[in-house]
């Protein structure tokens, strides 16, 4: 049963947004702390909820959580990460040069790629140097949804190759000086993770196609970076034995079609599997319940519970629809259903006659598959990291080649290898996104909330830097800020589940957007099984659960819609309208 035989060091968890991973890797740090271990649980998530969990308050510092013996947390913030590491490159020649030649570089050190750069040098410091972690016998960490998890994984190799071939001076990082000096914890970083003995990164995937595909993808990804000692743990299997309740047969058809057909690179994985569990996992009593199935089910549980309505899902589409063009970008925590969400809007306005461009940020979504292509009033369209960056460099390079000469190309073609360049390159392709609102509904489902927020960030210090240098950037780039911010133009939708932790966290994202200056138009709660009315005990009980959660987002937002738990995988039918949905 999980966590046994899990023996080395170091062990990631991974996995697409929403899986359980946080869930899965609180539980077990637990676990191996009850069995003697001294353990460090670290969170590299820049949107990481490690406290609600233990409810327990952490910083950067380990910190003992309360109730435990053996265990401590840490959260890996990136932003004090990029603090420190601009202090580190500043610091030593503050007052050396004219105040604005360090304001200039203060400013240019405030980048999305400075804050990843940054988390990721805390990152290895933790792996590469033993003296780090050496109080502790284990440390295990629960990391970012994938995306950007291999990002990060990756950088070690994508920083040692930047640094050995690099000869300039010149990087949006600063003096490479900073990095020199990290080259060697890099390679010592890669040779842990990649290490059978030392690290095991375990995949975390729910009992649905999707998810398991998508750790089938991961899989193979890790495999390229080198890194092989990998576990599955299959969380939230459902079996509520024979029922006649409709949800839960359809719930339950769902996990056995999955769990029959595992994906080929999964199959020689040692795998476990946890159970579906009836409460809401948040505090230690429930962390130390998890991996024991059987939880018993209160009395209580049996009555269906009281649900809560919000707006019909035709008023909802009406406020959006106000206007007949713009943007409509669908937000909230990995695995929470944005793109269902957002497939489900784009569906309807094209019903209602108008031209909609659906689109993704999410480095690991995909719409084609969900939607396929079909109606003529409905494009659909992705914001590839790869092309983007093909495109943006090109666009450079072109421009340049007009007064550069061979040497001073050749740097430039240097300097857009820096894993900084995607950032920017995405981050153009937002805006010209959100530009074509101007005539048409422009749907974006975006990228699980960490990764939404260094967008936001970027582009609040991107407008802050187009406003400051009046550099040419694309109209596109100059209007994206106040665009976003005109509620007229923009209707952000918050997605989330009736469950403590995915609600909190759209409560964050919501204060984050409002500091920003973006008011929200509306949230969904998602699969809600108070809604569709189950009376199966398992599902009672969870549903039980719901009311409050639910009712705290009512509170957060009165635009309210609620969609009951329908399966990812099936077709479903609606009174409103037929639609067919196949995504997570
Ligand atoms: N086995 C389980 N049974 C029931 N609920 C679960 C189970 N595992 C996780 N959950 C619930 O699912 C939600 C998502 O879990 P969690 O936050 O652990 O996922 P995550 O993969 O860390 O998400 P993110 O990608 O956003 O970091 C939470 O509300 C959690 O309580
Ligand atoms: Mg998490």
Not at 83 to 95: F, K, S
Not at 131 to 144: E, G, K
Not at 452 to 462: P, V
Request: net charge negative.
């Amino acid at each position: 049963m999980w966590p046994d035989g899990l023996t080395t060091r170091h062990v990631f968890f991974t996995g697409k947004g929403g899986v359980g991973k946080t869930s899965l890797a609180c539980a077990t740090a637990l676990d191996l702390a009850n069995r003697g271990n001294r353990v460090l649980i670290v969170s590299t998530d820049p949107a990481s909820n490690l406290d609600e969990v233990f409810g327990t308050d952490l910083g950067s510092v380990p910190t003992r959580i309360a109730g435990t013996a053996n265990l401590w947390g840490a959260n890996l913030d990136p932003e004090l990460a990029a603090r420190a590491y601009r202090e580190r490159i500043v610091g030593p020649i503050r007052g050396k040069l004219p105040p604005a030649v360090i304001r200039n570089m203060e400013e240019q050190l405030s980048g999305a790629c400075t804050t990843e750069i940054a988390a990721f040098d805390e990152f290895v410091k933790l792996i590469a140097d033993p003296d780090a972690t050496q109080q502790f016998d284990r440390v295990v960490f629960d990391t970012a949804p994938t995306g950007h998890t291999l990002r990060l994984l990756s950088l070690p190799s994508a920083w040692s190759g930047y640094l050995n071939t690099t000869t300039s001076e010149s990087s949006c990082l600063g003096p490479l000086a900073g990095l020199q000096s990290q080259r060697k914890c890099y390679q010592i970083a890669l040779d842990r993770l990649s290490d059978p003995g030392s690290t095991t990164v375990v995949l975390v995937a729910r009992p649905e196609k999707s998810s398991l595909k998508e750790a089938a993808r991961t899989q193979t990804e890790l495999a390229d970076l080198g890194i092989r000692n990998l576990q599955l743990v299959v969380n939230a299997v459902y079996d509520p034995g024979p029922t006649s309740d409709p949800v839960a047969k359809a719930f339950a058809s769902v996990v056995e079609e999955a769990l029959h057909s595992i994906p080929i690179a999964l199959l020689d994985l040692p795998r476990s599997s946890v159970p579906l569990y009836a409460g809401n996992v948040v505090g230690v009593p429930a962390l130390r319940a998890f991996f024991h199935s059987g939880v018993s089910i209160p009395e209580s549980a049996f009555k269906p519970s009281k649900s809560r309505s919000g707006l019909e899902f035709g008023t909802f589409v009406d406020g959006l629809a106000e206007g007949g063009s713009g943007v409509i970008m669908t937000m909230g925590k990995g695995g929470v259903g944005k793109t269902t969400v957002a497939v489900q809007i784009a569906q309807e306005l094209v019903k209602r006659g108008h031209r909609v461009l659906l689109t993704t940020t999410d480095p690991a979504g995909n719409l084609t598959e969900c939607v396929g292509q079909g109606d003529k009033n409905l494009e659909v369209a992705r914001i590839d990291p790869a092309i983007e960056v093909k495109k943006y460099a090109e666009a450079v390079l072109s421009k340049a080649s007009v007064s550069m000469d061979e040497d001073a190309l050749a740097l430039l073609r240097e300097d857009l290898r820096s894993p900084c360049t995607e950032e920017i390159a995405v981050f153009r392709a937002f805006a010209d996104a959100v530009a074509r609102g101007t005539d048409r509904f422009v749907v974006i489902d975006t990228a699980p909330t960490g990764h939404t927020i260094l967008l936001m960030d970027a582009t609040e210090s991107y407008h802050r830097e187009v406003l400051r240098t009046q550099s040419d950037a694309p109209d596109a780039v100059r209007q994206l800020l106040p665009r976003l911010r005109d509620p007229e133009f923009t209707k952000v939708v918050l997605v989330t589940l009736p469950e403590p932790t995915p609600v909190h966290e759209a409560r964050r994202l919501q204060e984050d957007l409002k500091r920003a200056g973006i008011e929200p138009f509306g949230w969904i709660v998602n699969r809600s099984f108070s809604a569709s009315g189950v009376t199966e005990p398992i599902l009672a009980a969870k549903a039980s659960k719901e009311i409050g959660p639910t009712d705290e987002a009512m509170t957060l937002c009165p635009n309210l819609l609620i969609l009951p738990w329908s399966s990812r995988e099936k077709p479903i039918q609606r009174n409103e309208c037929e639609m067919v949905v196949q995504c997570s």
